[in-house]
């Protein structure tokens, strides 16, 4: 079978087929409500975290199936650190720290646990999974503590506007309803970029005689991306603008999908995980290998956290419940092996999008929670036993 | 003529593209010890497994017969309740189980639900008294020595009322003395009626125990000797053991020319890394030149990995000491990456469980260990990648449509290919090649051996770890021959044969 048939080229994107086929069906059944302006920002304010910690996940995961349980709860404490130092409450009352402090002392406190969680399972060989249970146990009992304590509501609101202009909001906003320009313009030349890095990528691989993609999937590979990113940006400007969350999450996306493809630091991730004994008699340290991704977990939890936060303009204790379930069902969902050594950030991408707009869907259906629930859990299967199935059939061949 | 208690007949057992029992006949009387011995890979292992229905009846051809009927075994518990228990040469014991629950795994006293403790502790003991243990069997195996492990085994196999007992190189890991007392206890048994089959590449315990041998070669049955009529001299036992035809099997390598000492190991000693008081390597002093290609010949558990793993950056064992010489300076090597750098690379014994990757591509595999040089502040130039992988790929003539093809799903031999590219990419000056044409095809061995030729011919010293003679005496300009830990021997190409070779081995057995 050649490599650039149709055939393979949908089974390689089998996910992304299937989140098309999954939109419109759900637009079909919430008669278009979830193609509006609205939803589109919805659906992006509302998992931005998904894609940040499943970035994170995925980095953890790619070395040999391992998790971290214990960032939804760190994503309660560290908001309840942020509403402690930076509003005034019951506890803090007098030391009130402007934006800046604020956010050192919370990627500090992130920092301090990525070093004390990757030393654990890096050098002390602790299994990740208890490792990160213990922190998903204290941490949401410290969450809730330090909230009760500091306000009688069990929440802290009132965050400065500096803090939570830097994670939430729009910039360049307008009214809904009124074409945003400036979405617009960066939309399409986001989109030019994407058609021109692609042309200069097939031309370098044709020049240097390489295995290129053939002209009708370059051509058809380049107006799908276009104009998803042209739907998306053309959407956004009829609600208000850019989202300040899409920005940090397209940001740390694409540095993550670079380090992940492009850098020995990603290859040598996927190695640990494809075999970490061949990783280690090939020169590879497999300790600061595990060490760099529980802490790169813990800083992209500080990120995550914040944008939560600011997203609700409040800590409360229930912030990041299920949170490390979501990361990880979007690396399952985004074809993330879960025994490690394969996944990418794009897959995760896809993964988080499908549980994202399955989510919205049924919700704009009104689908009674818990068989939302029951679905999620099925699809999650349907994902992981698909995966199974299709490397089995690849075997046969 | 006693009665006859086994006999297998005519038994063929082929596995994709190899013959690894052909036409093999044994005959077992009862009360008799009866000694299998060949080279590694002849095909003793194989057979006991077919006997045992590790194999499954159906899978090969021929009969098994024991005690008047044919037997059809399709699972270990058909022939264990025949009484048929073979002991694998690996000990098979749980560390963190008591003596007694050891014993009886998978064949609990009491009923399925509800062990009975104080039987089976009972019952151990009585067992540890037969093999002449005094230990407590609610002592924890990790507790006692490999001596008293091996006679666990034994226990655990009289438990299961063993009447015919394989015992798969019994004394590989015990010393001297425990390994007398162990071959005591077999014929004490063998007065007491039972029989044993026993394989062991030591040739002074196999004369010491058995009353008939076999031998086997190349998967076949050669000769059974019986010790009561037969010459059973080494020499004797060695012959039947090696003789074969030579033919062309290994390319021949011209002009030859061997420089300077390249890289020097003095007085190596390496501790098992979980076991800490035992001596994997000990004492090891071996040399390479520069163009030469130098043999490590022994049998598996020689230590041969251990000492390769140990030199490559301390990759393996505890407690080493020793000094290493590189190009003229002691150097001391700290990890694996620490010796790439210093030019040294070490092609494994287990290309699948830690050579390659097997799920990434034969370009990722290729690029591996020397990604630094296609990489600009870590980021990878994958142009060039791609292009060294198939530079690697025509060199080495690799089978395969495409380098972005997983190395899973090539042949064992094109594997090996990609994991001589991986090292030969890491440019080092010194590779070691630890097995490196374990379960390939004749024709890929023999691109494995030109390739390794061009190696030595480019001026890199190669170590060649072999338990296959014909190859290293093949492809050797000199030969190390490793038994128990030790060098024991040393000899140019010119003047090794596989009689001597054997024999260095067979006297080192005996402590000389």
């Known amino acids: ?43 992006i304010a509302q998992n931005a975290y998904v894609f940040i910690l499943g970035v994170g996940m995925l980095m953890c995961m790619l070395t040999g199936g391992n998790i971290d349980l214990s960032c939804g709860s760190f994503v309660c404490v560290l908001g309840a650190v942020a509403g402690l130092l930076s509003v005034e409450n019951q506890i803090n009352k007098t030391l009130v720290l402007n934006t800046p402090l604020t956010l050192l002392i919370v990627f500090g406190i992130g920092i301090i646990y990525g070093v004390v969680l990757g030393g654990m399972i890096a050098f002390l060989k602790i299994p990740p999974w208890i490792a990160t249970l213990a922190g998903y146990l204290a941490f949401r009992g410290l969450g809730t503590e330090l909230l009760t304590k500091a306000s009688a509501t069990s929440a802290i609101t009132n965050f400065p506007p500096a803090l939570l202009a830097i994670f939430s909001g729009t910039i360049f906003k307008t009214d809904s309803g009124v074409a945003n320009i400036p979405c617009i313009l960066l939309g399409a030349v986001a989109a030019v970029g994407v058609v021109i890095m692609n042309i200069i990528t097939r031309k370098n691989k044709i020049a240097k005689g390489y295995e290129a993609d053939p002209k009708w999937l370059l051509i058809s590979k380049s107006i799908i991306e276009a104009t998803v990113i042209m739907l998306v940006m053309v959407m956004l400007a009829f609600d208000g603008g850019i989202p300040v969350a899409l920005i940090w ?56 956290s914040l944008l939560v936060t600011s997203r609700f303009q409040a800590a409360n204790s229930s912030s990041g419940t299920n949170f490390e379930m979501d990361a990880i069902s979007a690396c399952i969902v985004g074809g993330v092996s879960a025994y490690g050594g394969a996944g990418t950030v794009m897959g995760m991408v896809i993964g988080a999008t499908l549980i994202g707009v399955i989510n919205l869907g049924m919700s704009l259906m009104g689908i009674d929670q818990n068989w939302q629930k029951v679905v999620k859990g099925v699809v999650l299967l349907a994902a992981v036993v698909f995966d199974i199935l299709s490397k089995k059939g690849n075997k046969k061949q | ?46 057979l006991m497994n077919v006997l045992s229905g590790i194999y499954p009846y159906g899978t ?54 509800n062990i009975d403790w104080n039987l089976t502790y009972s019952e151990a003991d009585k067992y540890l008294k037969m093999v002449g243990l005094s230990d407590s069997s609610k002592t924890l195996v990790k507790d006692i020595g490999t001596g008293k492990q091996q006679l666990v085994e034994i226990a655990k196999a009289l438990a299961k009322h063993a009447k015919l007992l394989i015992l798969d190189e019994p004394t590989s890991s015990l010393n001297e003395t425990d390994s007398r007392a162990l071959l005591d206890l077999m014929l004490e048994f063998k007065k007491n009626g039972m029989t044993m089959i026993i394989i062991s590449h030591k040739l002074n315990e196999v004369a010491y125990v058995a009353d008939k041998i076999t031998i086997i070669r190349d998967g076949s049955t050669i000769e059974t000797l019986d010790c009561k009529k037969d010459d059973i001299s080494e020499d004797r036992i060695i012959k039947g053991m090696v003789a074969r035809e030579m033919t062309d099997r290994f390319p021949k390598r011209k002009d030859v020319k061997i420089g300077e000492t390249m890289m020097e190991v003095k007085n190596w000693t390496v501790y098992h890394p979980e076991f800490t008081e035992r001596k994997v390597v000990d004492d090891v002093s071996i040399n390479v030149k520069k163009g ?27 407690g080493i000491t020793g000094e290493l010489i590189l190009n003229g300076v002691p150097v001391h090597l700290t990890s694996p990456k620490n010796a790439i750098a210093h030019k040294l690379a ?73 994991l001589l590219a991986k090292w030969m990419f890491a440019d080092p000056d010194v590779l070691i090649l630890d097995e490196p044409t374990r379960g390939i095809d004749v024709g890929a061995k023999y691109e494995i051996y030109c390739i390794i030729n061009d190696l030595a011919a480019a001026g890199k010293s190669v170590i060649l770890i072999s338990s296959e003679l014909p190859e290293v005496l093949g492809m050797s300009d000199r030969i190390y021959i490793m038994n128990a830990s030790k060098i024991v021997g040393e000899m140019p190409a010119s003047e090794a044969t596989q009689e001597n070779i054997m024999a260095c081995i067979v006297k080192s057995g005996r402590g000389e």
């Open chain 1, 1 to 43: 079978m050649k490599s650039t048939d149709l055939r393979s080229v949908l089974k390689k994107n089998m996910m992304t087929v299937v989140l098309v086929v999954v939109y419109i069906f759900f637009i079909a059944m919430t008669n278009g409500r979830i193609f509006t302006p609205e939803n589109f920002n919805n659906l």
């Open chain 1, 249 to 304: 999450v397209a940001v740390i996306m694409v540095i993550y999908g670079f380090v992940c493809g492009k850098t020995t630091i990603g290859r040598h991730f996927m190695t640990v995980g494809g075999n970490a004994e061949t990783a280690r008699l090939s020169g590879i340290n497999n300790k600061l290998v595990m060490f760099g991704a529980y802490l790169n977990m813990a800083v992209l939890t500080v990120i995550a």
């Open chain 2, 292 to 318: 030469e290609v130098v043999g490590i010949y022994g049998l598996m558990g020689a230590g041969r990995t251990e000492l390769a793993m140990s030199i490559f950056g301390r990759s393996y064992g505890i």
């Open chain 2, 1 to 46: 003529m006693a009665e006859v208690l086994l006999e297998m007949k005519s038994i063929t057992k082929t596995f994709p593209g190899v013959k690894a029992l052909d036409n093999v006949n044994l005959k077992v009387e009862k009360g008799e010890i009866h000694a299998l011995v060949g080279e590694n890979g002849a095909g003793k292992s194989t």
């Open chain 2, 60 to 113: 090969y051809d021929g009969d098994i017969i024991y005690n008047g009927n044919v037997c059809q075994f399709h699972k270990i518990k058909d022939s264990e309740s025949q009484g048929i228990v073979i002991i694998h040469q690996e000990l098979a014991l749980v560390p963190y189980m008591t003596i007694g629950e050891n014993m009886f795994l998978g064949n609990e006293r009491g009923k399925k639900y």
């Open chain 2, 346 to 418: 070490y092609v494994t014994e287990d290309r699948k469980g830690n050579g390659l990757v097997l799920s990434n591509s034969i370009k990722h595999n290729t690029s591996l260990a020397n990604l630094d040089a296609l990489s600009k502040n870590k980021v990878i130039d994958q142009d060039k990648e791609y292009e060294v992988a198939v530079e690697y790929v025509k060199k080495l003539r690799t089978k395969t449509p495409s380098v972005e093809q997983n190395v899973g799903n090539l042949s064992g031999g094109n594997q090996q290919k990609v």
